[in-house]
Each structure stands twice: as structure tokens, then as C-alpha cells.
């Protein structure tokens, strides 16, 4: 749903020629698969296109790209598990660091219904646009 979501917001700033992103997991969960149904449904209720294959994150990931973004502790803790953590500690942030409205983890959304898939949503649709804002700032 992230991943899905900057993508939209990337787009509709004209910046996506400036970004490249992809989404992973920690896990080695459901590798291969596309998001979940009811990831799918909420975003195209929101109107942002959604197209993915789950993978896992790889420790060439960390020098790969500028940002890592985790979704909660757990995984950011995962991340920092990884070999090349240290000398790209810098590159490793929570997603709700960007989140104007309150700090925390992203809850999974899994075992909820479509109210918690559109929590999730929204959580992740302003955390992004914060990001965005701060991120791009440096390349605009």
C-alpha cells in the first residue's frame, strides 16, 4: 500500500522521473504473491492504482537506495540486522517519522476490516506526503 501510494503522489507532482521505489518485506512471507485483496480494494477505493509482487529485503538494498522506510519497530528492527545496516544507518527511517499527526508504528492490518485497511490508508497517505516534501526538497 505504500509503495502504491507514493507512486500515485510521485506521479501527480510530475517527480516520478526523480524517484525509484520498490516495497519489501523482512519476512520471507507470501514472496512472489500480490498485495492482499483487501489492500488492492482500498486503494483503488482511493483511487491510487496498486500493482506489486511481494519480495524480501536483501542487504544490498540498504546501499541501493537513498531511503528505507519501515513500517513498524519490528521490522525497522529487522533491517538493522541486516550487515550493511551500520554504514547506511542514515538511510534506515519509521514511517510515521513523517507522520504530522503522531509518531508510533503503521498497525498491520491483516486480521481487521475495511475500517483498519482505511486507517492504514490515511496514516500512510499524509506520512508520505510529508516525506515527499522533505525528501524531495533536496532534489527539486
Known sequence: MAEA????????KGLQN???????????????????RRTIANTLRNGVPISHAARQLKEEDLD????VVAMDQSNYDNIQLLSTAIINQ???????????????????????GDTDFQYV??????SIEKLIINFA???I
Not at 526523480?18 to 492482499?36: E, V
Not at 541501493?64 to 531511503?67: A, I, V
Not at 504530522?100 to 491483516?110: A, L, N, S, T, W
Open 5 to 12: 501510494i507514493f507512486n500515485s503522489k510521485i506521479n501527480q
Open 18 to 36: 526523480m524517484f525509484q521505489s520498490d516495497s519489501c518485506g523482512t519476512a520471507n512471507y507470501h514472496i512472489g504473491l500480490p498485495p492482499d
Open 64 to 67: 541501493e537506495y537513498d531511503l
Open 90 to 112: 542514515h538511510k534506515i527511517k519509521l514511517m510515521r517519522e513523517y507522520d504530522p499527526i503522531e509518531p508510533g508504528d503503521v498497525p498491520d492490518p491483516y486480521y481487521g
Open 121 to 126: 490508508y490515511e496514516i500512510l497517505d499524509r
Open 137 to 139: 526538497s533536496d532534489k
